[in-house]
């Protein structure tokens, strides 16, 4: 069992920059390889970025690439999007999410999800 707890969210400006980290608990966090996605009301909830056990691989979306960075801690069972460059489609939700593997990653890859975090980009 893995449980997710992401913080960070709020409201920004376009162009600002905004820092989502997400807090695992269980022993098998190290185990895991650690997403995030995003979900707009209405929408399918969309894959954003992925890490692997440790530290690397990592996979983008091609919309966040060059602006958004994903990493994570294993001693501190956390793992961080760094998000610049915000534009306002970009509000939705976040999704921190483990997975067995690496990629871009489906939905139905992803073995545990996070309650998520907003993050709102005003124009």
């Known amino acids: 069992q893995v449980q997710l707890v992401e913080s960070g969210g709020g409201l920004v400006q376009a162009g600002g920059s905004v820092r989502l980290s997400c807090a695992a608990s269980g022993r098998t966090f190290s185990r895991y390889a650690m997403a995030w996605f995003r979900q707009v009301p209405g929408k399918e909830r969309e894959f954003v970025a992925v890490?692997?056990?440790?530290?690397?691989?990592?996979y983008y979306a091609d919309s966040v690439k060059g602006r958004f960075t994903i990493s994570r801690d294993n001693a501190q069972n956390t793992v961080y999007l760094q998000m610049n460059s915000l534009k306002p489609e970009e509000t939705a939700g976040y999704y921190c999410?483990?997975?067995?593997?690496?990629?871009?990653?489906?939905?139905?890859?992803?073995?545990?999800w996070g309650q998520g975090t907003q993050v709102t980009v005003s124009s």
């Open positions: 890490v692997g056990v440790i530290g690397i691989p990592t």
């Open positions: 999410a483990a997975a067995p593997n690496t990629g871009r990653l489906r939905m139905s890859e992803v073995d545990y």
